[in-house]
């Protein structure tokens, strides 16, 4: 399995951004998928998350209702829309699936595979 996260950059503080991840060699719409990221000097953690069908969301508190996680199981990618961006949501982005669950778990423990990561830079 192998994800590829894409869409990072440097912006300014206030701003948009979208993030894609491709999974290849897995039938994607079998799993759930999530974003996680890690900030500089600190450990990963959930950001958003999304059922395999696409039905049901789940964010963390930090990012709910300025992010949105959407995924295209025909062309195998999931999405995360980051608007109103924050100095504090800079990070390093990572694409995850679950290949055992049918519901969202915010535990980084619950995800088999990884991406390889894509750096979003906020600036004040």
């Known amino acids: 399995v192998q994800l590829q996260a894409s869409g990072g950059g440097l912006v300014q503080a206030g701003d948009s951004l979208r993030l894609s991840c491709t999974v290849s060699?897995?039938?994607?719409?079998?799993?759930?998928m999530a974003w996680f990221r890690r900030a500089p000097g600190k450990e990963r953690k959930f950001v958003a998350g999304?059922?395999?069908?696409?039905?049901?969301?789940l964010y963390s508190d930090s990012v709910k209702g300025r992010f949105t996680i959407a995924r295209d199981n025909a062309n195998n990618m999931v999405y995360l829309q980051m608007n109103s961006l924050k100095p504090e949501d800079t990070a390093v982005y990572y694409c995850?699936?679950?290949?055992?669950?049918?519901?969202?778990?915010?535990?980084?423990?619950?995800?088999?595979?990884w991406g390889q990561g894509t750096l979003v830079t906020v600036s004040s």
């Open positions: 995850a699936v679950d290949a055992s669950r049918i519901v969202v778990s915010s535990q980084e423990y619950a995800y088999n595979y």
């Open positions: 060699g897995r039938t994607f719409s079998r799993n759930v």
């Open positions: 999304i059922t395999r069908s696409g039905s049901s969301t």
